[in-house]
């Protein structure tokens, strides 16, 4: 056996690490998207990083009628128009303005919340963690898979799963409330005999 190859960072963090504005603006795409960890956000980050890099080279080799460069242009930008991070007909220009955000829009945990398979994007974690999603007819259990133009209309519930059924707990927010709410009532009575008992003691006390 050879040695194995030690794996690169496909990401690159923050160069200063304790910047609040950063932070504070990290901590909000980490719950607005039910990211696991910052580190999801730096890896979109580096990506999109990496994308703009490359269209800066592109552009200026295509002044340089570099051949290759106008072959490769039109590879990256159908590239992105397959993802829905650019239109038929954009530039390598138009392309300097993509933000972390429209890469974040397209993963598999954001478009199964935002078309209602889940009621938050957490939850939208777990159902694909756990196999309950499908793609074009596959089982997709990568919350950050990039999902195409033509994949985005065929994401729908593992026929085998119990979340197919609509009238699921889980899939009904007002139902999940009740079902919480269940739960709760013992405790809550509970807590309601423990205070008559205390009121009764008090009672005994100053009869006494």
């Not at 607005?32 to 990496?50: H, P, T």
């Not at 303005?97 to 954001?110: A, H, M, N, P, Y």
């Not at 729908?156 to 999940?176: A, G, T, V």
């Amino acid at each position: 056996m050879g040695d194995p190859r030690k794996t690169r960072k496909k990401y690159k963090g923050p160069a200063h690490p304790w910047q609040k504005a950063r932070i504070d603006e990290e901590r909000g795409i980490k719950r607005n998207y039910g990211l696991k960890n910052k580190k999801e956000i730096w890896k979109f980050v580096s990506e999109i990083r990496r994308i703009k890099s490359q269209a800066k080279t592109l552009i200026r080799e295509k002044s340089k009628n570099n051949k290759q460069a106008f072959i490769e242009e039109k590879q990256l930008i159908d590239r992105l128009v397959k993802y829905g991070l650019l239109t038929e007909g954009s530039t390598l220009e138009s392309l300097l303005g993509l933000k972390t955000s429209d890469l974040l829009g397209r993963r598999l945990q954001t478009l199964v919340h935002n078309k209602g398979f889940a009621l938050t994007p957490k939850q939208a974690r777990q159902f694909i963690v756990h196999g309950h999603i499908l793609v074009n007819g596959k089982k997709i259990t990568v919350p950050s898979y990039l999902v195409s133009l033509e994949e985005e209309h065929k994401i729908e519930f593992n026929p085998n799963s119990n979340l197919n059924d609509k009238d699921h707990p889980e899939r009904s927010k007002e139902k999940k409330m009740k079902g919480k709410g269940s739960k709760e009532k013992p405790e809550e009575a509970k807590e309601a005999e423990v205070l008559e008992k205390i009121q009764k003691e008090l009672v005994v006390e100053v009869t006494e």
